[in-house]
């Protein structure tokens, strides 16, 4: 697994003794986060105790074993992988799959609570418990030690699983895979990593019947103590987890003679290694440019001074990068530059850039002339100081959530410690750190970094260029030549605007109140303003400093003549790039530089409106914007060419993929082709796209505010940002306006149907089943039909993927659809060998048919736990309570459906889904779509 080191982690203590300066404190270690408990039992077992009440009674496990594939022998290629899949699948204390039952049992899903990966130096397996009762911990803590020295790993029950496992591996091939086996050769250059993959060997491994003993023996030699961390956060006595951790894992012995835990390296080399890869699937034509260096650890204050440096360098090259891409004569689209790190001890500085069909070479040389204009030049201290600003806005606003953090938040940043040797600190200490560090950093400091970074010499350097099938690519000595020309050019020095300027000069006048309403049960405040403009508002103590934010109103692109079609369907995408008022996008993102603050507009198919977020502090900034988005709209035709050229080169060989491709031809057939259909725009199509059409049409939806619905949700008062909110929404133009859509009629063709689109490049189907027609739309009909999905989910695991082997991860997924009509669209989802297609559709419909003979007790309430669980836990999130606002709105719910939320799911029973399965889950009126593999010319 790899980490990304462009999200520079820093790490905590209590704060005065460490906050000194750079001289004095650069060899002291950074300090572990006081609130982390860290005990070693005397078999070198480790463990993490992290208290924490979000989400309140809940409890996350995460059990570690520092092994991987990078120790499987080559009789072991895969074993590392497939014994991720064996703990599940019998042990001690759970024999056969009675693991899985019981946690489904008490609300715990399996792929989306109850998880597990496996990485070249890591395997970590991820439990989740609803509760700590004691029979809950009694179970939990069972399951965790058999994790660890219980798998039973019983002959039938791993040849059972080898076909799983296949399956698993069919998900992966691909162009993914093809790209792996070109690119690896060369980033694992002479590395023992090259030939360890974690997915494994499938037909010389885990397909082989036979040789079984050697999966035990890697459980044997790996699965110990001494390589073993718990970790532990939730809300918990400390006294009783450890005791229990005492009592699972004191016992447990170490193996004797004991195989050395060895750790790799990825070795150097002199010369740079260059791959061109062309492939029919490719979309987008790219080049990288990545150098190896060995790995720098983070260990003292120095280290994370420098990663503060890192991240403030990081935020300019990338600036500089994507102001060169929206230059009429860009000689790439897009471009980035980043450090990362990687397996094997390794760090990587990573420049790519995806350039236009056949300017390989063209946009090779821009990138790394940008990049040679820094090293020639350096940033200007205008740059830094800016950046300075935004990093110490970003970690002053992060250090406002301490306390409020979840437990999977606070279970990462442990995790990631113990395998990655990154910090874990206290969000106060990374605060007052990075504030102490930022006046100490000079243009000096980030200069030595680009030195560091931008090396033109030949050494551990590697360069891949990506294209489709019929691209026309430069040979490696051309590329070298290029990147030797460049390196020899004199470029001239970058030139910073300077921009002193008002978001608004003039604040709006302030619209009149005639109405609030209050919910108390809810604790919603709704204001309704003269001009027609309405907000919900939710204040909640979740975050400490969060406020989401967001509008909606009926309309949309169903409202556009058909010959405007697509300039309506763009409108948004179009007019929104173009800034505000006098100012351009770039110009808005100066003037909201460092502060935490966004919004876009947005028109779909059937609403309109904005989405955004800010900080408290910078809530006034989010109105003014939302503000300048309905009255200050502004064309940038420069920006409107630069947009659809792109768009016209990335679409052209965007159904390449045959993802893509299979997501378009669905779309068409659920619009039964009708010319309103949002398909993917030809490069033809693209040249008609009308920067006047699409701003007409966007003005004529947000000239008038009226019949807008805002909401607020997060950590403010209503009281005190009432003034705010008259003058910026309040003050909005009210003038009369369509607030209705239009139904054009399009429907999902009735009957029984199935559409193949053949054009897998590998040995793979993948199967949508889809089930639609009319269905009510209030709150209890869609708890019934997403009920009803979730235990078609289980019935398909325990039937395609467990009793026939066939498949790796079925699901069945319900949505509920209130525009343009009332319906329901339930989809079965599933992918596997071409050869077993049909045998598992026909099993698909099995278990649909015994659901409509009768629902099991058993998985009803297992889902319904969950279900519960879920609610439980997005009660103290704000991004919930503002999709329960909207719902509201366009569902016409209340709070007396809110409040019967819990009741509506234990009043679901067996008998009505029965009915329910039998009324929507026709096989006679249902729609099969199939990407299958490319038929082969006869």
């Known amino acids: 697994m790899k980490k990304a080191a462009v999200i520079f982690i820093f790490v905590l203590s209590v704060v005065q003794s460490f906050v000194c300066s750079a001289q004095s404190a650069d060899s002291r270690l950074i300090p572990f986060h006081p609130e982390v408990v860290k005990r070693t039992l005397s078999n070198g077992f480790t463990y993490y105790l992290q208290k924490n009440a979000q989400p309140k009674k809940q409890i996350q496990f995460r059990l570690i074993i520092k092994a991987g594939s990078i120790l499987e022998t080559e009789e072991q290629r895969g074993f590392a992988h497939f014994l991720e899949h064996m703990v599940f699948n019998g042990s001690k204390n759970f024999p056969e799959n009675s693991m899985i039952d019981y946690l489904q049992s008490i609300g715990v899903e399996f792929g989306a609570d109850l998880n597990a990966y496996t990485g ?45 496992i296949l399956e698993e591996w069919r998900t992966t091939i691909g162009l993914s895979q093809r790209l792996k086996d070109q690119m690896y050769p060369l980033l694992y250059h002479g590395a023992r990593y090259l030939n360890r ?123 500089r990068l994507t102001e060169v891409a929206q230059q009429p004569d860009a000689p790439y689209m897009y471009a980035q530059s980043y450090a990362t790190s990687a397996s094997g001890k390794t760090d990587r500085y990573m420049s790519l850039a995806t350039v236009k069909s056949g300017e390989v070479l063209n946009g090779m040389r821009g990138l790394m002339r940008e990049l040679l204009r820094i090293k020639q030049h350096g940033f200007t201290q205008a740059e830094l100081d800016r950046k300075k600003e935004i990093l110490y806005k970003n970690f002053e606003h992060m250090a406002m959530e301490e306390g409020k953090q979840s437990s999977g938040q606070l279970m990462n940043a442990i995790s990631n410690h113990i395998i990655y040797g990154e910090e874990n600190a206290s969000l106060t200490f990374k605060k007052n750190f990075v504030h102490s560090a930022l006046k100490e950093i000079t243009l000096a400091d980030i200069q030595a970094l680009v030195d560091e970074y931008v090396d033109e010499s030949p050494e551990n350097r590697v360069i891949f260029v990506t294209a489709p099938q019929n691209a026309d690519l430069p040979d490696e000595k051309e590329i070298l030549a290029a990147l030797a020309e460049t390196a020899e050019e004199k470029v001239s020095a970058y030139v910073d605007e300077e921009l002193d300027a008002e978001l608004m000069e003039e604040t709006p006048q302030a619209g009149k109140l005639v109405k609030e309403i209050i919910e108390p049960s809810m604790g919603i405040t709704t204001l309704e303003y003269a001009n027609g403009v309405s907000v919900a508002l939710k204040p909640t103590d979740f975050k400490n400093n969060e406020i989401r934010f967001s509008s909606l109103r009926e309309g949309g692109y169903s409202l556009a003549e058909l010959d405007n079609f697509d300039n309506a369907s763009m409108a948004a995408t179009l007019v929104g790039q173009g800034g505000l008022s006098e100012f351009n996008a770039m110009q808005i993102e100066r003037l909201t530089s460092g502060k935490q603050v966004y919004v876009g507009p947005y028109i779909h198919r059937y609403t309109e409106g904005v989405t955004g977020f800010s900080s408290k502090e910078d809530f006034e900034t989010l109105l003014q914007l939302t503000h300048l988005t309905f009255t200050a709209p502004r064309k940038d035709k420069q920006k409107f060419e630069k947009f659809i050229e792109n768009k016209k080169e990335y679409n052209k060989n965007s159904l390449n993929s045959p993802d893509s491709y299979f997501a378009d031809e669905i779309n068409k057939v659920m619009m039964q082709n009708s010319p309103r259909t949002a398909t993917l725009l030809t490069p033809e199509k693209l040249d008609k796209i009308s920067l006047d059409k699409a701003f007409d049409f966007y003005q004529s939806r947000f000239q008038s505010a009226r019949g807008m619905r805002f909401f607020l949700v997060g950590s403010f008062e209503v009281e005190k940002i009432k003034p705010l909110l008259a003058t910026y929404l309040g003050g909005l133009p009210g003038d009369k306006i369509r607030v209705s859509f239009e139904d054009h009629g399009a429907r999902p063709p009735k009957g029984k149907h199935r559409y193949e689109f053949p054009r897998n490049t590998v040995n793979k189907s993948k199967m949508i089943m889809r089930f639609t027609g009319k269905y009510p739309s209030k709150q209890k009909d869609r708890i019934a039909m997403g009920l009803l999905s979730d235990i078609l989910t289980i019935r398909l695991n325990q039937k395609l993927r467990e009793e026939i082997g066939g498949v790796y991860s079925p699901f069945a997924g319900s949505t509920i659809l209130q525009r343009p009509y009332n319906a329901y669209r339930m989809d079965v989802y599933f992918t596997c060998s071409p050869e077993n297609l049909d045998t598992l559709t026909q099993a698909a419909f099995g278990e649909i048919q015994k659901m409509k003979d009768g629902i099991s007790e058993e998985n009803l309430e297992k889902v319904k736990k969950a279900w519960l669980k879920n609610r439980e836990g997005s009660l103290k999130t704000n991004g919930y309570w503002r999709r329960v606002m909207e719902d509201q709105l366009t569902r016409g719910e209340t709070a007396k459906d809110f409040s019967r939320f819990e009741a509506q799911i234990q009043g679901v029973t067996a008998k009505q889904l029965s009915r329910m399965a039998r009324k929507y889950l026709k096989e006679e009126n249902h729609m099969e779509f199939v990407l299958s593999p490319e038929k082969v010319q006869q």
């Not at 037909?203 to 961390?229: C, H, I, M, Q």
């Not at 009783?240 to 390296?265: C, H, M, V, W």
């Not at 290694?273 to 190896?292: A, H, Q």
């Open 197 to 319: 993959r974690p997915i494994g060997l499938m037909e010389e491994v885990v397909t082989k019947v036979g040789n079984d003993e050697e999966l035990r023996k890697f459980y044997r030699d790996w699965y110990r103590p001494n390589l073993a961390s718990l970790v532990v956060v939730g809300d918990f006595d400390q006294t009783d987890i450890e005791s229990r951790i005492e009592a699972t894992f004191g016992k447990l012995k170490n193996p004797e003679n004991q195989k050395e835990r060895k750790y790799y390296t990825v070795p150097s080399h002199k010369n740079t290694l260059i791959k061109c890869i062309k492939d029919k699937e490719i979309t987008s034509t790219s080049v990288k440019i990545i150098r190896k260096f060995p790995h720098k650890e983070e260990k003292t204050l120095a280290d994370l001074k420098r990663s503060v440096s890192n991240l403030l360098y990081t935020y300019m090259v990338n600036q």
């Open 120 to 164: 070249y130096d890591e395997t970590v397996y991820m439990l989740p418990l609803p509760n700590g009762e004691k029979e809950t911990l009694d179970k939990g803590f069972l399951i965790l030690g058999d994790m660890l020295a219980g798998a039973t790993l019983s002959t039938e029950a791993i040849d059972k699983e080898r076909g799983i």
